[in-house]
């Protein structure tokens, strides 16, 4: 089973940028496709991103398209998420997970989550 820990949330301003990391273990790690959601409070759990084991197909929600980036690095079984001109409504705890599944877009699609990590957005 592969354990998941994330890094790199913390506080920013409105218009800032973040790079979340998460670290893998296990040496499967480049056979599964990787996914980030995030939860802000009240709120359910939400679909940011998702990456292919290979890291040649990349999808993101709507709400973040064109601000955030997702890339791997298989030698060093990390996934990242670069998040650029972040707004307030970012703010959430921000997890990473693994999918064995040839389609990778919902929560039941994930396994092995990560604890999360924090990100704050000020305005």
């Known amino acids: 089973q592969v354990q998941l820990v994330e890094s790199g949330g913390g506080l920013v301003q409105a218009g800032g940028s973040l790079r979340l990391s998460c670290a893998a273990s296990g040496r499967t790690f480049s056979s599964y496709a990787m996914g980030w959601f995030r939860q802000a409070p009240g709120k359910e759990r939400e679909f940011v991103g998702a990456?292919?084991?290979?890291?040649?197909?990349?999808y993101y929600a709507d709400s973040v398209k064109g601000r955030f980036t997702i890339s791997r690095d298989n030698a060093k079984n990390t996934v990242y998420l670069q998040m650029n001109s972040l707004k307030p409504e970012d703010t959430a705890v921000y997890y990473c997970?693994?999918?064995?599944?040839?389609?990778?877009?919902?929560?039941?699609?994930?396994?092995?989550w990560g604890q999360g990590t924090q990100v704050t957005v000020s305005s």
């Open positions: 990456i292919s084991w290979s890291g040649s197909s990349t």
């Open positions: 997970a693994v999918s064995g599944a040839s389609y990778y877009r919902t929560e039941a699609d994930f396994h092995s």
